[in-house]
């Protein structure tokens, strides 16, 4: 045994005064110590039932356990002996207690006091086993302490998506009997507007305590109806708060993203807790780490009876950073304006050619959860002419040679026409700029042999499309095999056959063109654009090259087939206007595109159903080049 603890002070001894008693801790009994080490382990597992305590059955032991500590969620909480000390019939064990949360520890000791009973060493079950200053009728409870959601923000340093109000509509189960929560489900369902079944269901498998959302909307898009019905569905309730948002409800979608609880594969992926909030998509999702931050944790002392608190550990929130975009806040909501009633996937792309930044990057809300402006995978037709264009200057035909523009031409058996309405006045002899500018597909089709597929290929790379880049985001710059069978070689030089665009691929053409180089289009200012280190670097586009093809869009708006944009005020508009068939049907769907180039500004337009690049195309790009300064 250990010998007797004394206490010596100005050469008095100091015993423990215990009970109105002296007595001395002497060392410690070995039952005592067997008893300590079997209370740290019954405490870090949750489960006591194994432990002797004075007075208490091993079920009232673990009520009062689980009672103390229900409220600290499934954190690890590792307790071990520091020391046991005992005297006679009295002891008392101190314990190390490490509760280890996911973004820090908090440790204490505590003091448990043991009683020896008819040879038997028992526990005194108290408050303070579980922290050494808890009292009666309190229990510890840890809490989320929510970190600010850093915002994502456009150019000029405008925040685009922020905390912004919004109106939860749900079931309150505590407020509803359980019998009448199917009803109450199907009711607000139906005043709502959305899907029943899926909302029952989900109302149905929530916690007996859970509030479970049916809609989240923004105040001024709440229908009177939902406003005031509500009230008259018993456990339906209607809560505010706070969540990240645009401006409006389509703003920047998909390519922004949303935020949600997450789903059930990211909590099984480890990074996420039920109940947590996250990125769901686009950027909010592939840079969350980045904008949620860190969220901080509190843990307080609660009186049950009184619901005082006291705090006794934290952990400080660490509010997540703001996201750099390019995007301009007036330039994006023009766009969205613009193709907000076309009835097909439809995109518009701007893009600053001097810096390469991305102003506008919308999407048609026919096209729901696709990011077609960035990722859409289109023949670009006619617009592709302009890398056609480029190839047949290199391989040694000049803007002002004469090429042969026929009504129809055919290649290996496979028979190639021009548009409809291509002009009879521009058949016969005319040189590239005017084939470019009224669009005659034979002239160019009937120079394959001139423009390998290779030309064309490292054309394209020339002008930023027919690559790979990592940019942060995905991004779809385009395909433009380097091989190619006759045909579809004949089907390249017209942007049809194999070779496929985004509307930000085509906008980049017209970016590179408008600023006499390659452009390299940046969404995101921060990160380090990355090319395929397998892939060879571009042949840098000479200025005089970019001035020639400059001549060419001109040409299609002063007498070509972007005519209907020579009236537009400001700076000289550029253009090209693109229609590209698909499909089985004869004659066979088209796709409508346009890409244009005014001042410091480039443009792609696309409607995955149009009649004409003039026809569909053309008057959403007047329309949001005539909203822009």
Not at 209 to 233: Q, W
Not at 274 to 289: E, N
Not at 325 to 330: E, F, V
Not at 339 to 359: F, N, Q, T, Y
Request: with cysteine; glycine share 8%.
């Amino acid at each position: 045994m250990r010998k007797r603890a004394i206490l010596a002070v100005s050469g008095v001894t100091v015993a423990a005064l215990i009970g109105g008693g002296l007595w001395f801790w002497l060392g410690p009994d070995r039952a005592a110590k067997e008893l300590a080490e079997n209370l740290a382990d019954g405490l870090s597992s949750g489960d006591v039932t194994s432990v002797d305590f004075a007075g208490l059955s091993s079920t009232q032991a673990q009520e009062r356990w689980e009672e103390l500590v229900a409220q600290m969620g499934t954190s690890p909480h590792k307790v071990t002996v520091d020391d046991v000390q005992t005297d006679g019939n009295r002891g008392q064990a101190t314990l190390d207690h490490i509760w280890r949360f996911e973004h820090g520890q908090w440790k204490y000791k505590t003091r448990a006091a043991l009683q020896k009973k008819k040879g038997d060493w028992h526990v005194v079950f108290a408050p303070d086993l579980a922290e050494p200053s808890l009292k009666t009728d309190e229990i510890l409870s840890a809490s989320t302490v929510k970190a600010q959601r850093g915002a994502i923000v456009g150019d000029n340093k405008r925040a685009l998506v922020k905390n912004r109000k919004v109106l939860q509509y749900g079931i309150d189960k505590t407020k509803v009997a359980s019998a009448q929560q199917k009803s109450s489900a199907t009711q607000l369902a139906e005043l709502l507007d959305i899907k029943v079944t899926p909302y029952v269901k989900k109302v149905r498998a929530a916690g007996d305590k859970a509030f479970v959302e049916a809609i989240a909307l923004r105040p001024d898009d709440v229908p009177a109806r939902v406003k005031s019905g509500h009230k008259d569905i018993e456990g339906a309730v209607e809560i505010s708060e706070e969540r990240p948002l645009g401006p409006t409800r389509d703003f920047g979608q998909p390519l922004i993203g949303s935020v949600g609880p997450v789903t059930k594969e990211m909590v099984e992926d480890g990074d996420y807790d039920v109940g947590d909030r996250a990125g769901l998509s686009g950027l909010q999702r592939r840079y969350d780490a980045k904008l949620s931050g860190r969220p901080g944790l509190a843990v307080h002392a609660v009186n049950t009876d009184t619901a005082k608190v006291r705090k006794l550990f934290s952990v400080d929130a660490q509010d997540g950073n703001d996201l750099q975009t390019t995007l301009n806040l007036s330039m994006q909501k023009s766009a969205e304006k613009v193709l907000s009633d076309v009835k097909s996937s439809s995109a518009i792309v701007a893009i600053r050619p001097s810096d390469g930044h991305i102003l506008a990057a919308a999407n048609g809300r026919a096209a729901e959860a696709e990011p077609t402006a960035n990722v859409g995978q289109y023949a670009p037709g006619s617009t592709f002419k302009i890398v056609s264009a480029l190839a047949l200057m290199r391989s040694g035909v000049a803007a002002d040679d004469t090429l042969t523009c026929r009504r129809n031409v055919t290649v290996d058996g496979t028979r190639f026409e021009n548009y409809d309405e291509y002009p009879d006045s521009h058949l016969g002899k005319i040189p590239l700029t005017a084939v470019v500018a009224h669009s005659c597909n034979t002239a160019l089709i009937g120079q394959h042999d001139v423009a390998s597929q290779q030309d064309l290929a490292e054309a394209a790379a020339s002008l930023g499309t027919g690559i790979d880049l990592d940019v942060g985001f995905p991004a779809f710059f385009g395909s433009v095999p380097a091989k190619a069978s006759t045909v579809e070689h004949a089907a390249s030089m017209i942007g049809q056959g194999k070779i496929a665009a985004s509307p930000l691929a085509m906008a980049t053409v017209a970016a590179s063109v408008a600023h006499g180089k390659t452009v390299v289009p940046t969404l995101l200012p921060d990160h380090k654009t990355r090319r395929d280190k397998d892939a060879d670097e571009p042949e840098p586009l000479k200025k005089d090259e970019a001035k020639a093809l400059r001549s060419m869009m001109r040409k299609a708006v002063t007498s070509g087939s972007a005519q209907f944009l020579s009236s537009m005020p400001g700076k000289k508009v550029m253009a090209k206007t693109g229609t590209a068939e698909y499909g089985t049907k004869n004659p066979p769907d088209t796709r409508a595109w346009m890409i244009a180039i005014r001042g410091d500004l480039a443009v792609a337009v696309f409607v995955a159903e149009g009649d004409s690049g003039s026809g569909t195309a053309g008057p959403l790009l007047e329309k949001f080049l005539r909203s822009t300064k």
